[in-house]
């Protein structure tokens, strides 16, 4: 089995303080795709082993926001850094790593593409919107591209976006709200219709409503299962026909929370 976990930590260190090692510990992925690190690459080795883990990171430009990041504890063959799209605020948004599976039944090694991505929230009305349309251009025109090469390849992470009225707690309230307006929904509508990418959380997580990533830290929202879908495990038609399961490890309770989002854990039959 490859069991690849995706979660956005809201700052590495205070995740951390909350106890997100004693979750690591217990999950013990093969991958661990992160977003919203808050961290240097030495802050970041500091909490993930580099003698366990191979790490590839992409930290923002501005101290203390956003950053992606790729622990594995498979052997990376290649690591691409950004989508290098020029655009203001897209550093720390797109980290890729090619993995190296063992071989199996006497087959060759494979090679499994994974990204962990980390898209705008966006804000009607000011310049962060158009950002985050802009960077999502670019996000499904590498889509497309990892799409048409085939194989195995998950891109993950927090997006933002929820797809459908089942991904909203809250939906009717939200209609205009960014996260769940109608051209940020249609972006993902052409990443499974067009170009063929596959919805995990929603294919085993059943038809929903839920099962949520994120919830406010303010008011009861997490007591009362106030959330929202916005973390994806998209996947290639071939790997996706591996995976088996995929869980929302969602806290007992909200003390015992390490961020405001679940981590998205999927197992694969490779």
């Known amino acids: 089995m490859l069991t690849i976990a ?42 993930l082993d580099p003698g366990e883990w191979h790490l590839a990171h992409e930290a923002s430009e501005t101290k203390g926001r956003s950053g992606v990041a790729i622990a594995s504890r498979l052997p990376m063959s290649a690591v691409r850094i950004g989508l290098q799209t020029g655009v203001t605020g897209d550093v720390g948004r797109w980290v890729e790593a090619d993995l190296e599976l063992p071989a ?63 991904d909203i707690r809250n939906w009717k309230g939200n209609l205009k709200s960014a996260g769940f307006l109608p051209a940020e929904r249609a972006y993902l509508d052409r ?41 994806y495990q998209l996947a290639t038609p071939d790997l996706a026909d591996a995976a088996i399961s995929a869980t929302v490890d969602r806290a007992e309770t909200y003390a015992a929370r390490f961020s405001d989002h679940a981590p998205l854990v999927v197992e694969y039959d490779l």
Do not use: C
């Not at 093969?30 to 080795?45: P, W, Y």
């Not at 349309?133 to 048409?148: E, I, K």
């Not at 085993?204 to 959330?227: I, Q």
């Open 6 to 47: 995706s979660v956005n930590v809201n700052g590495i260190r205070a995740a951390y303080r909350r106890g997100m090692g004693e979750w690591l510990e217990e999950r013990r992925p093969d991958v661990l795709l992160l977003q919203e690190v808050r961290a240097t690459d030495e802050i970041l080795a500091d909490h």
């Open 104 to 166: 199996r039944d006497g087959a060759p090694a494979r090679t499994v593409t994974v990204v962990s991505a980390y898209i705008h929230s966006g804000t009607l009305g000011t310049p962060s919107m158009d950002e985050k349309y802009a960077f999502l251009d670019q996000v499904t025109a590498r889509l497309a591209d990892l799409a048409q090469a085939g194989g195995y390849a998950v891109v993950a992470g927090d997006v933002n976006i929820a797809h459908r009225e089942v």
């Open 191 to 231: 990443w499974f219709d067009d170009l063929g990418w596959r919805d995990l959380g929603r294919e085993l997580g059943g038809e929903g409503p839920g099962p949520f990533t994120w919830w406010s830290w303010r008011g009861k929202a997490f007591d009362n299962d106030a959330g929202w879908r916005i973390d």
